[in-house]
């Protein structure tokens, strides 16, 4: 076996295999970054109801299940090596990944209280939790730069 071939192959593998990570990474800035304010602007339109004075199911559920399927997106976007994809992200994402897993539960548990919000004020406990949960989120993992 060639070692000096053999040992350079493995290294231009891994000059590909970083490379990509690093694009994959690029990518993940923009989208993380729509993302959160595709989530932003559920939220407020959450509060705006809540202000409203006036109960609809329909708006809070299907806010709610925007919440829900733009977190459980959110989740799949701070892998390993996609630390310097975008302002905004804390060291503690990846230094802490089991709270910050955990922030992300307790944030998808408050949009399904929200869905199951049955008059005004169950939604409005239930938006203050997920404000809540938002809130927790940010206040560790979000740096003020964004």
Known sequence: MNHGLFRNSVFAFGIVISSGLALAAGALGPERESTMKGLNKE????????????????????????????????KTLFPLGSE??????????WTDRAGFDEKFAKALEASKAVAAATDLPSLKAAVDTQGGACKSCHETYRTADY
Do not use: D
């Open 43 to 74: 939220v407020k339109a959450l509060n705006a109801l809540v202000k409203s004075g006036k109960f609809n199911a329909a708006k809070a559920k299907s806010s709610a299940t925007a919440i829900e399927t733009g977190l459980n997106h959110a």
């Open 84 to 93: 310097k994809a975008a302002k905004g992200t804390a060291p503690a994402i």
